[in-house]
């Protein structure tokens, strides 16, 4: 996210994995160390004014493919149960069959609550994971994300179902991308790509290593049905 203050929450994605997707607001990430991130700025501590504004953006939701897509800033259980409440409400009255959320590796506990939580109410759950990278020490030294840098795959995917990888930064290898995006496919139902975009945090855009990607990596991947590719991080239509 470029700008901590999105202008639009509601969008639909027509192409890959065709789904509604909505920005919502909650308490705000609680690790907030990531070096890349600007993402978590999009928070209040007024629950009550998060409700609302979450309410209203949900209120769109048509239910046009029966897949909805909810992120926020940080994880899905940094939304406060009220908000909770509606998207289950939501995605009954709108017979959606799968809900995607995001969750930061902190807060992998409350995962399995919340599916059984929806499988209550016969709705699949996704959780897509920030990884950005399966380089361990990489990810820790110049992203902090929070994972021990031991963790392999494996141990990611016994809790995402999709992860997000981060490309195009200072000290990217063209094999260290590609070796991501091979492990990320063996090990998840999807991935998503993003290109690192400027947005005054440490880390910086490397157009080197884009370049590196678009020519290598792209052409492979912009086709695949199991691979999502942001070149600018509006390119879902919200933010």
């Not at 048509?62 to 926020?72: C, D, K, M, Q, Y």
């Not at 990884?131 to 030294?141: P, S």
């Not at 590609?178 to 945090?201: P, Q, S």
Request: overall charge negative; glycine content about 6%.
């Amino acid at each position: 996210m470029s700008d901590p203050h999105p202008s639009e929450r509601y969008s639909f994605i027509k192409d890959k994995n065709p789904r509604e997707i909505v920005l919502l607001r909650g308490s705000g990430c609680r690790w907030r160390r990531c070096r890349f991130c600007n993402y978590h700025l999009d928070f209040s501590h007024d629950q009550a004014a998060n409700d609302q504004l979450n309410f209203d953006v949900l209120s769109r939701v048509a239910g046009i493919t029966g897949v909805l897509e909810v992120i926020n800033s940080g994880s899905f259980s940094d939304l406060s149960e009220n908000t909770l409440a509606e998207i289950v409400r939501i995605c009954e009255e709108k017979n959606i069959q799968r809900l995607h959320v995001e969750c930061h590796w902190q807060d992998r506990a409350q995962i399995a609550p919340f599916r059984t939580r929806l499988a209550a109410h016969g709705i699949a759950l996704r959780v897509k994971g920030g990884v950005e990278t399966f380089d361990g020490d990489f990810r820790e030294r110049v992203f902090d994300k929070g994972i021990p840098p031991e963790t392999t795959p494996a141990e990611l995917a016994e809790y995402f179902d999709e992860c997000c990888l981060l490309f195009g930064v200072d000290g990217e290898s063209l094999a260290q991308m590609e070796r991501d995006v091979e492990v990320g496919l063996a090990h998840f139902k999807r991935i998503c790509i993003n290109i690192m975009v400027d947005n005054g945090t440490a880390v910086k855009r490397s157009d080197d290593v884009v370049k590196l990607f678009m020519e290598a990596i792209y052409p492979a991947v912009k086709d695949d049905p199991r691979v999502d590719v942001l070149l600018n991080n509006t390119d879902f239509g919200v933010g």
